[in-house]
């Protein structure tokens, strides 16, 4: 890909159909960035002033809802964009105003796969942060919503599914005849924290690569693997005879891994949620002698406010937070000088630009050449 976004190996391919975004609601700024970059990615070779098909889902007084497209998507190749966990949108029931629930949000979406009637030539959704993730795995007599969820965007005709940094990336076992990637935002990462952090030195002498708990080894071995940085972990150990806010709550970290006195630390994990956990882990490497410590979070989701982070902000103990733009933004959290945004959007239509010619996104799911490249222009390898 060069400077002007143009892949000419792609242009020459033909595409599987006329090309479509639709925006489901609060990703209309997300999904403008993305028809931006599309426009001069393609240089106007469509002759199209935008790629997005303009839909709405309105309600009736009741809280039900439907969906109208108001423009044809007949033989398109479309790609719906999707926040499930955007809380800033709101709607009128019985004269109250109503936050939009993930489950709302995922109604929403099938209503407008629904309202094409089966025209489109391939539909295929980005939902950022997966429905239901979290419950990707049945322990008891409890309900499998991910795996439910993804079996009937296939039945309802969905060809392939786009998310970022699943919970589990065996979820995908629920659909094995179908299209799912699981991409990751690795190199956006190094890149954000080598733009934001000058100094930072991307060597095992200097920088150790932590994950918070056991279950988020796999993409910190990555990390570590591409950056050749050392790896620690934590190990979680919870109640498990209780639950508090729908999860057995933890009663310790510990620590497994090479000594971090005197080095940067980067926590990686898949999202922030309350973050009592991720400022608890970061607390005890600063008591074990790191010099500064940096989260890599695709999701920051902040479902308790930012209150807890600036005081950890305050207290030293967390220097930078960098999370995606994949998911609605906390009020206030781009104030804040602990906290920097990673741009997905680019990215993204990289993506979609590449599925709509039909050729392969491998070079784009696993960019080691680039990050390398990275890496050695900084110098600190």
Request: some cysteine; proline content about 3%; overall charge negative.
């Amino acid at each position: 890909m060069t400077n002007s976004f143009q892949n000419v190996t792609t242009d020459a391919l033909p595409t599987v159909g006329k090309l479509s975004i639709i925006s489901m609601k609060g990703c209309e700024e997300f999904t403008a960035k993305i028809d931006s970059y599309l426009r001069s990615m393609r240089n106007d070779s469509d002759n199209v002033e935008t790629y997005v098909t303009h839909v709405t889902c309105p309600r009736f007084g009741t809280g039900e809802g439907k969906c109208v497209i108001d423009e044809t998507v007949r033989g398109h190749d479309v790609y719906i964009i999707c926040d499930c966990f955007n809380y800033g949108v709101t709607y009128k029931m019985y004269g109250f105003d109503n936050h939009m629930s993930p489950d709302d949000h995922y109604q929403d979406l099938k209503r407008v796969i629904a309202a094409m009637g089966g025209k489109a030539r391939r539909v295929t959704v980005v939902m950022m942060m997966l429905y239901e993730g979290r419950q990707h795995r049945r322990s008891g007599r409890e309900s499998l919503d991910a795996a439910i969820m993804l079996q009937e965007l296939m039945q309802m005709g969905v060809a392939n599914v786009i998310t970022f940094d699943a919970h589990d990336p065996r979820i995908s076992n629920a659909i094995p005849l179908s299209g799912f990637d699981n991409v990751q935002p690795t190199y956006q990462m190094i890149k954000a924290i080598a733009h934001a952090v000058p100094d930072i030195k991307l060597n095992k002498f200097d920088t150790v690569v932590i994950s918070p708990d056991e279950g988020g080894m796999g993409r910190c071995m990555y990390y570590s693997s591409v950056l050749k940085l050392d790896l620690g972990m934590f190990y979680k150990r919870r109640d498990y005879s209780r639950i508090v806010n729908g999860k057995n709550p933890i009663v310790a970290h510990e620590y497994l891994g090479r000594d971090v006195e005197g080095k940067d630390v980067i926590i990686v994990d898949d999202m922030i949620s309350s973050g009592e956990s991720m400022i608890d882990v970061a607390t005890k490497l600063k008591n074990k002698g790191a010099k500064r410590i940096f989260v890599f979070a695709t999701f920051g989701l902040f479902v308790n406010g930012l209150e807890v982070f600036d005081e950890a902000y305050e207290a030293n103990i967390i220097d930078k937070i960098f999370t995606t733009n994949l998911n609605y933004k906390h009020p206030g959290l781009e104030e804040r000088e602990w906290y920097y945004e990673v741009d997905m959007s680019k990215y993204v239509s990289l993506l979609i630009n590449t599925l709509n010619h039909d050729d392969t996104i491998s070079h784009l799911l696993d960019p080691v050449n680039k990050i390398q490249n990275l890496v050695s222009k900084l110098g600190t390898n």
